[in-house]
């Protein structure tokens, strides 16, 4: 048995069961989710005779790190591995001027949606993660680091709104086990509006990203397929119900690659596009990925860009690049070694 992911109520049924109190599950549920401990051993207010009895029965993780890399910018990735011997790449960026330490999680083992731009589409789809290997994920940086996750963002391998389900139940456990607030989480999307429909009703506390990536349906459609389905018309009405059932602003992100998608009439398209959406813009430059030869604009064109966007009145950011030189920043995980 595995005791991460095992909520307070799960651990005081498994210790009554072996006929100790409900404080343990407490002291436990404060190693695994505070203190981040990798063994019962480690547990060292328990007797030592219960934490042999304990080990006998359970153990705190069955997943491994395969390779850590750490950038010179202070950025750390993971690759970790499951039982199933399948693995995903999780990030931990830290920025010198923030107190924050934010975890980028993978929320499916490879990504069927297939962007033109991005390295996790390249190698297909194999699989979802439950619930319990999403947060391991989590654990994994709090356990090699000794420190503790304050912000998550679902923007690693995978689309989160094609695994809804598993998404909402870690988002539960952040909230109640690790003590992560529904603000502090960001789930980004590519655009999967029965997802975002029901985040709606579900009246969502997390900030909802939007990938956007060009301000018009032919544009969009040549870089991500997706656009077929969910055309970008019905996925503003989708976004336009979100914030009016949430009350909640949304961040739209948009790629710039130079030449397609960075150019002053694209601003100016983009900014009548968002005009009535209550959003923020986070303007992500392009990360070189092998298999495709986009590249991003200058930082005039950036700046360009960004003063176009301004003007119409929106607050925008551009993402700071986090970790290129280990493939570490937006788009690079492939969820393998190269
Ligand atoms: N599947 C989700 C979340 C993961 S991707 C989504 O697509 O939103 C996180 C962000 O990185 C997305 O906005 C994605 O479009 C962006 N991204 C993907 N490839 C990139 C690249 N090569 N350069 C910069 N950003 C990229
Ligand atoms: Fe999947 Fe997001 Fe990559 Fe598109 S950008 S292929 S949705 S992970």
């Not at 999680?105 to 789809?125: H, I, R, Y």
């Not at 194999?126 to 680091?145: F, P």
């Not at 809804?164 to 952040?174: G, Q, R, Y």
Request: hydrophobic fraction near 35%.
């Amino acid at each position: 048995m595995i005791l991460s992911g095992m909520k307070l109520e799960e651990l005081e049924n498994l210790m009554s069961g072996l006929g100790a109190t409900r404080f343990r599950a407490k002291q436990i549920h404060n190693w695994i989710y505070t203190k981040s401990v990798s063994s019962i051993e480690e547990m060292t207010n328990l007797s030592k005779d219960f934490r042999e009895k304990l080990s006998e029965i359970a153990s705190v993780t069955d997943i491994k790190i395969k390779v850590k890399q750490v950038s010179k910018d202070g950025t750390i990735k993971y690759l970790v591995e499951y039982p199933d011997g399948e693995c995903v790449e999780t990030v931990l960026m830290r920025f010198d001027n923030r107190a924050n330490l934010t975890a980028c999680v993978s929320s499916q083992v490879g990504c069927a949606v297939n962007c033109s731009f991005c390295a996790t589409g390249k190698g297909g789809f194999k699989r979802n993660l439950n619930y319990k290997e999403i947060i391991e994920q989590v654990l994994v940086i709090q356990r090699d680091t000794g420190l503790k996750v304050t912000n998550i963002v679902f923007m690693g391998q995978g689309e989160p709104l094609l695994n809804l389900d598993n998404v909402l139940k870690a988002i539960e456990i952040f909230n109640n086990d690790f003590q992560i607030g529904a603000r502090r989480i960001t789930i980004s999307t590519s655009g999967i509006i029965p997802g975002i429909e029901k985040l709606a009703e579900l009246d969502m506390q997390s900030t909802l990203a939007i990938s956007l990536h060009a301000p018009g349906h032919e544009l969009r459609k040549e870089i991500m397929p997706i656009e077929s389905k969910y055309p970008i018309t019905d996925l503003k009405k989708a976004l336009k119900n979100y914030i009016e059932k949430t009350g909640r602003r949304i961040t739209v992100e948009y790629i710039l690659i130079h030449g397609f998608n960075d150019t002053p009439a694209a601003a100016k398209e983009l900014a009548y596009f968002l005009k009535d959406l209550k959003c923020n813009i986070n303007l992500i430059p392009y990360n070189s990925v092998i298999e495709n030869d986009y590249k991003k604009p200058s930082n005039n064109d950036i700046m360009k860009f960004k003063y176009l966007l301004e003007h119409s009145g929106k607050k925008v950011t551009v993402r700071l690049e986090r970790g290129a030189d280990i493939d570490a920043a937006c788009g690079q995980l492939r969820g393998k070694q190269r």
